[in-house]
């Protein structure tokens, strides 16, 4: 599960900004709880994606709450796109292994 | 209620991450952890069983601890170049005051006493004073500069070292460097030296006490317990009491 806290993260920015809670929240949601984050960490993830120059924060005032947003810079688009791509051929290299095995055992 | 996040503080800090990172984490993990519990109160939790539930999900000490410490683009540069910070910066702040410091003196002697072969001017039992109020006060608050530079550069030091709770290695160096450069240091100054006679002031460093005496040389013995005191009762307090 290396790098896929960052993925998923940056994924969810590309739609609009976040703050940390939301961001868990919305990665539960949407992964059908097969994704769940421990809450506390994806702040890190945020911090270090942020120093890195990837994602950009600010303070909003939302319904009395001060919260820090998270959006993404055009290094965070590039860096998700890498990523993406990457996963992509991981995800489908690891699937050819699975079913290739599966036939080959089918096969004997 | 105690800080939920004393601890984890403590464990931040002494790992290295730099004290702007430790605040906003802890920030960010207290407004999550009252939405956490907000969110568990509509399901219908009490405010105790709501506050339990949320701090477990929010993650333990530990968990939160190592994630923020494996960042390693988190650490402050005290963590991450102690040698730089404690070592070679304090010299080159010191360094850059002083210049100041003698520029001033310079431009002060230029000014306030042009026929005098040294801006070091005694002050004569009797007759005229040679130094006007203002002369007189613009060079004290020279000599403060000159010698107050190393005691805030050392305190500095103990502060940073404080703040981040760093091991006493680092800033104990940089303070005994601090302290002897600065108790060594000698100013000279003299019209003779260069042509034209516009002055020339240089330093030079010596165990000798300052040759001009009085109570610049008490002060030169006891910049180096001066400027790490602060530091020192900082580590034994903290030694005595660990959760302070």
Known sequence: ?108 | MANPFNELRERLLRGGIAPRHVRRYLAELADHLTDLRAEEERAGRSRAGAESAALIRLGGVDDLARAMIEQRQLQSWSARAPWAVFGVAPLLLLAAVWSVALFLLWTGWQVFLAGYDTPFVRVPATGPHPLFELANLYFQLDRLLYFGAPIIVGWTIGIVAARQRLKALWPAIGLVVIGLVSGMSQVHAGRSAVPHGIGHISMSFTFALSAHGGPFGLLQMLVLPITALPYLIWRVQKNRFPSA
């Open chain 1, 1 to 108: 599960m290396n790098g896929v806290p960052e993925l998923l993260i940056l994924r969810l920015l590309q739609q609009g900004e976040m703050y940390g809670y939301e961001i868990v929240q919305a990665i539960r949601s949407r992964s059908d709880a097969v994704i769940v984050l421990g809450e506390g960490v994806v702040y890190p993830v945020l911090h270090g994606l942020e120093q890195d120059g990837a994602l950009k924060s600010r303070r909003k005032t939302v319904s009395g709450r001060s919260r820090i947003y998270y959006s993404l810079t055009p290094a965070g688009s590039r860096r998700l796109a890498n990523l993406k791509e990457a996963w992509i051929n991981l995800t489908g290299a690891i699937q050819m292994l699975m079913i290739g095995g599966q036939r080959g055992e089918s096969l004997q």
